[in-house]
């Protein structure tokens, strides 16, 4: 016999408003490097995605510079220095505004991140701060628009 374990999925209510927008735009996930934490936006709701570094945190791990993402903007480059200890998001080049605009160009709506993430990044030993991450973003873009126990997203102005 097989027995199998079932338990009551719950998914963000966010999540659920952008599988009902039938408009056609991307999402920045954050933390990079981690793989595809909503491959399902992406598959089911038609919604594309950031992430062109599937597990990179052998990358991160080393300190090595990323591949180039695979929409090649900027700002998206920018996200992988993201709550890097000691450095400023301020000094590093497509964390600005012309950054912001070439994404939102690009068809990019909202940054979401998922907190609970970062957990990941500590037990690989990459050493990334997440209240550094979530207070560069909100320099840079403002509070964020939403927040629930799984993400907060900010949208691209």
Known sequence: WVRIETWPWKTSAFITRMAEDP?????????EGIGHASALLQVVHQKYRSEGHHDEIPRLREKKSPPL???RLPFLQALWYLGAP??????????????????????????????SLYKLYEQEHVQRDLSGSI?????????SI???DMLMVWELP
């Open 146 to 148: 939403y927040r629930d």
């Open 86 to 115: 000691g450095l400023s998001m301020e000094n590093v080049e497509g964390f600005d505004q012309a950054g912001l605009l070439g994404a939102k160009n690009a068809g990019f709506r909202y940054i979401i991140l998922y907190p």
């Open 69 to 71: 993402n695979c929409y």
């Open 23 to 31: 408009e056609p735009y991307g999402i920045i996930e954050l933390p």
């Open 135 to 143: 207070q560069a973003l909100n320099r840079l873009l403002g509070s």
